[in-house]
């Protein structure tokens, strides 16, 4: 049995798996929300030293799991966790305005 496939379904086959094949090979991988992260995975993901990452769960500021002696960091409380740092943005006009009053 032969399959016929139009020219736009074949590009986005190709497309798909150049998009797979580089993240495969750039040794990144899509993160989901129930991934777990180790110290290098997390730190890499925060954009911070392995050391901020090793203090922070020290002095217990940052949600973690210790299992068998192994940190591992669960993305969905870190995301929560970060999210309770957001400082919202101030509408600026107003608030010049209010100074000037």
Request: aromatic fraction near 8%; glycine fraction near 4%.
């Amino acid at each position: 049995m032969k399959t016929k496939f139009e020219e736009e379904d074949v590009e986005a086959i190709a497309q798909r798996v150049s998009e797979l094949l580089q993240l495969e090979l750039s040794g990144n991988k899509k993160i989901d929300e129930g991934d777990l992260f180790d110290v290098s995975g997390l730190a890499k993901y925060l954009g911070v030293s392995e050391t901020w990452i090793y203090e922070r769960t020290h002095f217990k500021e940052i949600p973690h799991l210790k299992i068998k002696g192994h940190l591992r960091f669960r993305k969905n409380a870190i995301d929560k966790w970060l999210d309770s740092y957001n400082v919202p943005a101030v509408d600026t006009p107003s608030r010049i305005l209010r100074a000037l009053e």
